[in-house]
């Protein structure tokens, strides 16, 4: 029997899942501070620039939505990304028990709100809400497919 010089390949592996979680007081300031952990988390996974602006404009949305309609304390924020890395969702869980749901009405040209959850419908590829695992409450959720360049 003759011994080989030459290293045996790895097995080829998926990379693991991503998932990252944070919690925030329920206060208006909290969606600065999402939009820069979410910043900073998706610049170090390496996700495409159009991606992580998507998931900034929608993390940003989803908890200011959180802080003013639930009468929430506080908000829990995850992130996953796909082993394959071309999916990212986003969950914001709150302690709100309402179901959400787009406006019945479109905000006018001078009303300064109404306008987040109809953003959320026309960047992530998918969205929705349902009682929370996580929380006493419910979670809002979206999904993004990582692209480099924006959808027509």
């Known amino acids: 029997m003759t011994l080989s010089t030459h290293p045996t390949p790895a097995l080829v592996r998926a990379a693991p899942r991503r998932e990252y979680w944070f ?3 329920a206060l208006r300031t909290s969606a600065r501070s999402a939009r820069d952990t979410v910043r900073d988390l998706l610049r170090a996974w390496k996700l495409p620039g159009d991606t992580c602006c998507d998931a900034v404009l929608l993390v940003s949305e989803l908890t200011t939505n959180a802080v003013l309609h639930t009468g929430s304390g506080h908000v829990l ?3 996953t990304l796909t082993a394959d890395g071309r999916r990212l969702r986003i969950e914001l869980h709150d302690e709100g028990s309402t179901p959400v749901r787009l406006p019945e009405h479109p905000a006018g ?3 300064e709100s109404g306008r987040g959850l109809l953003l959320v419908q026309q960047i992530a590829e998918s969205w929705g809400s349902a009682r ?3 929380a006493e409450g419910k979670v809002v959720w979206a999904e993004l497919t990582a692209h480099s360049g924006r959808r027509p």
Do not use: A, I
């Open 132 to 134: 929370s695992t996580r």
């Open 23 to 25: 919690g925030l007081p």
């Open 77 to 79: 924020c995850g992130l």
């Open 109 to 111: 040209p001078g009303e």
